[in-house]
T-cell receptor
């Protein structure tokens, strides 16, 4: 079945780079997404990548996709305390109507 | 610049009470979704509406009903609330195979 897995926690020091990893099982994914959730708020779209790309860069964010290993990562350069949040990986799958599968989220804690 | 608007933001119910969670989007999206978020379980899809006039069950539909009132609005109804339905509920909308946009959520407690 379809599944998206992430580690639960990550702790980094302010100014360091953060790398959040995600693995997925369905090879028919079309897009892969990263969302950020701050306390008490909804999910905010950070970035997304088409499944035939292997990298996308957007300011401090770099997304790497290894389609062979079904592995997605989000790198945040120069991590700030404001980056502390839960990060969700998600994929959309063409399956009749499109489906979206979310991971359980990685809680990033940035230490000053 | 509203995006997806959910009401109410917070609600406390007693077991057996009913209520409707409202969701409206102003992005002219065809598809709308209801999720629940519980600790350690990520987002689970309750119901979705691929387009106006259609609704389908998601992963955890039991105890819920939905109505796609028009293209903008998609409501979620709990007919007889149970403590297991204590959760944070998110509405989302999208065009097909495009990123979903989320509301700020409704925090629902059932005593």
């Amino acid at each position: 079945g379809e599944d998206v897995e992430q580690s639960l926690f990550l702790s980094v020091r302010e100014g360091d780079s953060s790398v959040i990893n995600c693995t997925y099982t369905d090879s028919s994914s079309t897009y892969l997404y990263w969302y950020k959730q701050e306390p008490g708020a909804g999910l905010q779209l950070l970035t997304y990548i088409f499944s035939n790309m292997d990298m996308k860069q957007d300011q401090r964010l770099t997304v790497l996709l290894n389609k062979k290993d079904k592995h997605l990562s989000l790198r945040i350069a120069d991590t700030q305390t404001g980056d502390s949040a839960i990060y969700f990986c998600a994929e959309s799958i063409a399956s009749g109507t499109y489906k979206y599968i979310f991971g359980t989220g990685t809680r990033l804690k940035v230490l000053a | 610049n509203a995006g997806v608007t959910q009401t109410p933001k917070f609600q406390v119910l007693k077991t057996g009470q009913s209520m409707t969670l409202q969701c409206a989007q102003d992005m002219n999206h065809n598809s709308m979704y209801w999720y629940r978020q519980d600790p350690g379980m990520g987002l689970r899809l309750i119901y979705y509406s691929a387009s106006e006039g259609t609704t389908d069950k998601g992963e955890v539909p039991n105890g819920y009903n939905v109505s796609r009132l028009n293209k903008r609005e998609f409501s979620l109804r709990l007919e007889s609330a149970a403590p297991s339905q204590t959760s944070v509920y998110f509405c989302a909308s999208s065009q097909i195979n495009q990123p979903q946009h989320f509301g700020d959520g409704t925090r629902l407690s059932i005593l």
